[in-house]
């Protein structure tokens, strides 16, 4: 199975989120887990998490993080489920 992290952010020029995905691909490269990467800006569709707060995190459809990147023990273990 093929785990699926969505960001959600105001663009993919945001400079938090291309921090986030930076670092988080750097994570899953390094644990050698296979990630597809989503980055979700139209509005109708972050309207759908219920969320204000940009850049979100969502692992497997689970919010992880609002506004920051989580800590790497939390990544792993929800994409490990």
């Known amino acids: 199975m093929i785990n699926k992290i969505e960001i959600l952010s105001p663009g993919e020029n945001c400079w938090k989120t291309r921090k986030i995905i ?3 691909k750097k994570l899953v490269v390094d644990k050698n887990i296979d ?3 989503i ?3 139209e509005l109708s569709k972050i309207l759908n998490y219920r969320t204000w707060v940009l850049p979100t995190v969502v692992i497997n459809g689970k919010i992880i ?7 790497n023990k939390i990544i792993i273990e929800n994409l490990e489920k």
């Not at 993080?65 to 800590?71: H, N, T």
């Open 22 to 24: 930076s670092k988080m």
């Open 65 to 71: 993080a609002r506004g920051y990147k989580p800590d």
């Open 39 to 41: 980055v979700i800006s």
């Open 35 to 37: 990630v597809k990467f």
